[in-house]
C-alpha cells in the first residue's frame, strides 16, 4: 500500500464530489478569503468583484458567509469570532474541525495585493462557467437536442455573461443606488433646465406616440439633430450639444438621408447625434437585448436613447403587461439609474382616445406621454396625457413646414414651428379666423360685402349669423385696405425665397407642394402647411415710373346712370335708393 497517496482530510472536504480538472485557482482564494477574515473593508473591496459563487472551495465559500453575516451584523471580522459562529452552526468538521481558520488566520496579504488576486478568482470562476457551458452542449448534442434548442443554450448563458458584466460582479453596485442625503436636499429639481423643446428633462423617459400619417419619426429626427447641434427646437432657447444615440428599426436609409438633408443637415454638421440603422441588438425585453444596448451606451458616451418604434425592438407579445415589465427591467431601468434620458416612439391602437397599442403598462414607467397628430394643413398638434412631474407645457400646435427643389425637397427647407395665437386659430372650426380662411380658399374677394359673404357661406353650408358675418366682412375689408398700397401687380411668381427659414410669399402654398405630394420620406401623410389667402394687386405704381393699375370705375345707377355708392353696390343694389319705379327702394333678390 505504499504506492497508495493517502489525502489529506481537509483537502477530502474540499474536493468531495467535484472534478479535479474543474478550472480553479486555490492560492488566490486562500489569499483573499485570509484578507476578508481580518477586515471589513477588504471583503467590502473584494466583494465589488467576486461572489460567493465565485469561490470554488466549499471550505472558503462558508468562510466567505460567514464574514458576510458578521459584517452585516455590524460586527468586524476576526478568525476566533468565525470559527465561533462556524461552530455554533455545527459544521466546524468542514473546515478541518477548525484548523483551516488558523492556517489561513496566520496568512497575512499586503492590502494593495488583493485587487489582484481577486481577479484571478473572478477569471478562474470564469472559465469554470464556460467549462461547465461546454459540457451541457456535449450533453444536449448526445441526448439528440436539435439546433434550435443548442441556438437557445448558448443565447441564455451569452445573456447571462452580459447581464453580470452590466450590473456589476458583487454587491458593492447595490450600495451606489442608496442616497446621499446632503447632496439630495442640496439639489434644486425644479431648477433643471429641460431639454431643447420643453418636452422632457435630463434623464427622464418619454413615450412619443401617433399614427403613421403624423410623421413621429420626421418630428423626431428634427427634434434631434437640432439637440445634437446645439440649435433651438419648438422656439426654445439654444443649448450646448447634447450626445445622442438614435436606434432605427423602421426607416430605410435612403428615407434618413433625404429628411437630414431636408432640415439642413449634411456630414459637417451632424454635432453629437449617433445613428443606428436597424442595428443587430437583441430584443430589448431580454437580459441580452439590455446589455446590447448599454454597451453601444457606454462606447457612445449617450445622454439620450431613442428607440423608434418600440414594437421593432421587443420579443414579447404587445398585449402582454410581462413585455413591458421585461422591457423595463433588463433596458429602461439601467438607463434611467444613470441618468441617461430615453424616448420610445409607438403607434396608436385602434381606439386612438386609449392611446398607445398593446397592454397599459407600457405606459406605468415613464415620466411623460406625447400625442402627435395630424391636424390637416400641414397642422400638428401635440399634447400631453400622461405625466409624473407636470413641469413644461403640456400642449403644443405645430405647423410642419417643407418645401421642394425641383422633384427633391430643398435643403434645409422642413422644420417644426410653434403656431401663434392667430395662425392657431385659423384651424378652430367656426371661428372667425376659420371663416375668414375658407372665404379665402373659396375664392370670396376681400372687398366682398354682408350679401355675397352671406351666400358664399350658404353656398359652403357654413352656419353663421349676421352679426358674426358683418364682423368677418369688416375684417376682411380692413385686410384688403392693409395690404392693397404694399403689394405690386408685377409680384415675382416664385414662391420661395432661396434661403431658409424665410418670408413665404401670400402668391403660393406654404410648403411648396401640389396636391396629393407628401414630406420628406413619407409613403403618405398630409398635406403641408395651408396657402395664404390671395392678395389682390395694389392700385399704384411700382415707384419706378411703372404706372399703376387703373381703378376700376364705378357701377352706375340703372336709372338715371350716375355712379352708385361702391359698398352699396357690393350688397347688391344697382339703383340709388329712390330711382327704383317698381320698388322704391329695393331691387329684387
Known amino acids: 500500500m505504499d504506492v497508495v497517496r493517502h489525502m489529506n482530510p481537509r483537502d477530502q472536504a474540499d474536493h468531495d464530489g467535484p472534478n479535479l480538472n474543474t478550472p480553479h485557482d486555490d492560492e488566490a482564494e486562500d489569499l483573499v478569503i485570509s484578507a476578508v477574515m481580518h477586515s471589513a473593508q477588504a471583503y467590502t473591496e473584494a466583494s465589488s468583484t467576486i461572489n460567493r459563487d465565485d469561490i470554488y472551495q466549499p471550505s472558503r465559500r462558508l468562510i466567505w458567509d460567514t464574514v458576510a453575516g458578521l459584517i452585516a451584523s455590524g460586527t468586524d471580522p476576526h478568525p476566533v469570532l468565525i470559527r465561533a459562529e462556524i461552530e455554533k452552526q455545527g459544521r466546524l468538521r468542514e473546515v478541518d474541525h477548525g484548523n483551516l481558520i488558523v492556517r489561513l488566520g496566520t496568512d497575512y496579504l499586503n492590502p494593495a495585493l488583493l485587487p489582484a488576486f481577486t481577479e484571478r478568482v473572478y477569471e478562474s470562476a470564469r472559465q469554470r462557467r464556460y467549462d461547465a457551458h461546454s459540457n451541457d452542449l456535449k450533453q444536449a448534442v448526445r441526448n439528440g437536442a436539435a439546433g434550435d434548442e443548442l441556438n437557445d443554450l448558448v443565447q441564455a448563458f451569452h445573456q447571462g455573461e452580459q447581464l453580470r458584466e452590466s450590473t456589476g460582479r458583487g454587491p458593492a453596485h447595490l450600495l451606489a443606488a442608496l442616497i446621499n442625503w446632503g447632496d439630495f436636499f442640496a439639489t434644486d429639481f425644479g431648477a433643471i433646465q429641460l431639454l431643447p423643446g420643453k418636452l422632457m428633462g435630463p434623464g427622464q423617459q418619454i413615450t412619443l406616440v401617433g399614427d403613421g400619417k403624423a410623421g413621429k419619426s420626421l418630428f423626431c429626427q428634427e427634434w434631434m439633430w437640432r439637440m445634437a447641434t446645439g440649435q433651438s427646437f419648438l422656439d426654445d432657447t439654444p443649448q450646448d450639444p447634447v450626445r445622442i444615440l438614435y436606434l432605427d428599426a423602421e426607416n430605410g436609409q435612403e428615407q434618413v438621408q433625404e429628411r437630414f438633408l431636408s432640415f439642413g443637415a449634411g456630414p459637417r454638421n451632424m454635432g453629437e447625434l449617433q445613428y443606428a440603422s436597424f442595428p443587430p441588438v437583441r430584443p430589448l425585453d431580454t437580459a441580452g437585448g439590455g446589455a446590447d444596448l448599454l454597451a453601444l451606451v457606454k462606447a457612445t458616451g449617450a445622454e439620450l436613447v431613442v428607440i423608434d418604434t418600440v414594437s421593432r425592438f421587443i420579443s414579447g407579445p404587445e398585449n402582454d403587461a410581462d413585455t413591458w415589465l421585461s422591457l423595463y427591467r433588463h433596458t429602461l431601468l439601467p438607463l434611467k439609474r444613470d441618468r441617461i434620458a430615453s424616448?420610445?416612439?409607438?403607434?396608436?391602437?385602434?381606439?386612438?382616445?386609449?392611446?398607445?397599442?398593446?397592454?397599459?403598462?407600457?405606459?406605468?414607467?415613464?415620466?411623460?406621454?406625447?400625442?402627435?397628430?395630424?391636424?390637416?394643413?400641414?397642422?400638428?398638434?401635440?399634447?400631453?396625457?400622461?405625466?409624473?412631474?407636470?413641469?413644461?407645457?403640456?400642449?403644443?400646435?405645430?405647423?410642419?413646414?417643407?418645401?421642394?427643389?425641383?422633384?427633391?425637397?430643398?435643403?434645409?427647407?422642413?422644420?417644426?414651428?410653434?403656431?401663434?395665437?392667430?395662425?392657431?386659430?385659423?384651424?378652430?372650426?367656426?371661428?372667425?379666423?376659420?371663416?375668414?380662411?375658407?372665404?379665402?380658399?373659396?375664392?370670396?374677394?376681400?372687398?366682398?360685402?354682408?350679401?355675397?359673404?352671406?351666400?358664399?357661406?350658404?353656398d359652403m353650408e357654413i352656419p353663421a349669423g349676421s352679426d358674426k358675418v358683418a364682423r368677418i366682412v369688416k375684417a376682411r375689408q380692413n385686410q384688403a385696405k392693409a395690404d392693397a398700397p404694399n403689394v405690386t401687380a408685377g409680384r415675382s411668381p416664385d414662391p420661395f425665397p432661396e434661403t431658409f427659414p424665410g418670408n413665404v410669399p401670400r402668391n403660393a402654398s406654404r410648403d411648396g407642394k401640389a396636391a396629393g405630394q407628401t414630406f420628406p420620406g413619407n409613403a403618405e401623410g398630409t398635406s403641408g402647411t395651408p396657402p395664404v389667402p390671395h392678395v389682390p394687386p395694389s392700385e399704384r405704381g411700382d415707384g419706378e415710373g411703372t404706372a399703376g393699375t387703373e381703378k376700376t370705375p364705378k357701377p352706375l345707377c340703372t336709372v338715371c346712370e350716375t355712379p352708385i355708392n361702391a359698398d352699396w353696390a357690393d350688397r347688391g343694389y344697382n339703383t340709388h335708393l329712390g330711382c327704383d319705379p317698381t320698388t322704391g327702394s329695393h331691387p329684387a333678390a
Not at 397599442?357 to 400625442?371: I, L
Not at 414651428?417 to 374677394?445: C, K, N, W
Open 343 to 458: 424616448i420610445r416612439l409607438d403607434h396608436f391602437g385602434k381606439d386612438k382616445d386609449r392611446g398607445g397599442r398593446g397592454s397599459s403598462a407600457k405606459t406605468q414607467d415613464v415620466d411623460h406621454v406625447w400625442e402627435l397628430s395630424a391636424q390637416g394643413g400641414g397642422t400638428l398638434s401635440l399634447r400631453r396625457t400622461h405625466t409624473r412631474t407636470g413641469i413644461g407645457p403640456g400642449e403644443f400646435s405645430i405647423i410642419r413646414q417643407a418645401r421642394r427643389d425641383g422633384d427633391n425637397w430643398a435643403h434645409g427647407g422642413t422644420r417644426h414651428i410653434v403656431m401663434t395665437y392667430e395662425q392657431t386659430a385659423q384651424f378652430i372650426p367656426g371661428s372667425d379666423e376659420d371663416i375668414m380662411r375658407r372665404l379665402d380658399a373659396h375664392g370670396v374677394a376681400l372687398t366682398a360685402g354682408n350679401r355675397v359673404v352671406k351666400s358664399a357661406l350658404m
